[in-house]
């Protein structure tokens, strides 16, 4: 099992670029959860999906960011135009058991940098 | 709505030394409670969970105890290593099933040898 793969691992743009961060979920995981980290906001749940379907986008910071899970085995989340305060690390988790189990398992982050 | 507490950090300890890092929640019902641990330059990880009341769960050293009368999940080691050094985050599973987990804010451990 390769676990929550995500790429790029980094990534440095500048600023008014488009941005994209994939996610591959574990085969048989079918909730798939983005989430932001930062030093100032701590960890914020972005947009999650059950079954490929958005549940709950409401952490989605702007218009800016948009997620697309269009298959069982993929999703990403795209910022355009990208600004400075988007840096962080963006993660991605799936679960197999729904969206409420604990049994989340985490990629290993896309550090995103704007300059 | 279902909230988590954790003190706030950073800890810092010595090689050996006693680990509690204090977690309380508010929640309607009863939910499921856990541990996430989070090493440099990673993602979070599943350290330990409890389903009920009076559950433990315990992993690598590190235990927790599902209190219902103190709303609380406080995590402990008894003797912290070096590469115990990381970040903690005390999580709950909603009772009704179709909400994601709710994360306290987290807190960074630094043991030094």
């Known amino acids: 099992d390769a676990g929550v793969i995500q790429s790029p691992r980094h990534e440095v743009t500048e600023m008014g670029q488009e941005v994209t961060l994939r996610c591959k979920p574990i085969?048989?995981?079918?909730?798939l959860f983005w989430y932001r980290q930062t030093m100032m906001r701590g960890l914020e749940l972005l947009i999650y999906f059950n079954n490929n379907v958005p549940i709950d986008d409401s952490g989605m910071p702007e218009d800016r960011f948009s997620a697309k899970m269009p298959n069982a085995s993929f999703s990403t989340l795209k910022i355009q135009p990208s600004e400075p305060r988007d840096s962080a690390v963006y993660f991605c988790?799936?679960?197999?058991?729904?969206?409420?189990?604990?049994?989340?398992?985490f990629g290993s982050g896309t550090r995103l940098t704007v300059v | 709505g279902d909230s988590v507490t954790q003190m706030e950090g950073p800890v810092t300890l010595s090689e050996e030394a006693f680990l509690t890092i204090n977690c309380t929640y508010t929640a309607t019902g009863y939910p499921s409670l856990f541990w996430y641990v989070q090493y440099p330059g990673e993602g979070l990880q599943l350290l330990l969970k409890?389903?009920?009341?009076?559950d433990k769960g315990s992993n690598k050293g590190f235990e927790a105890t599902y209190r219902k009368e103190t709303t609380s999940f406080h995590l402990e080691k008894g003797s912290v290593q070096v590469s115990d050094s990381a970040v903690y985050f005390c999580?709950?599973?909603?009772?009704?099933?179709?909400?994601?987990?709710?994360f306290g804010k987290g807190t960074r451990l630094s043991v030094i040898a």
């Open positions: 409890a389903t009920k009341a009076d």
């Open positions: 085969s048989g995981h079918n909730s």
């Open positions: 988790a799936s679960s197999r058991q729904g969206i409420a189990s604990g049994g989340y398992t």
């Open positions: 999580a709950l599973s909603s009772t009704s099933g179709n909400t994601p987990l709710v």
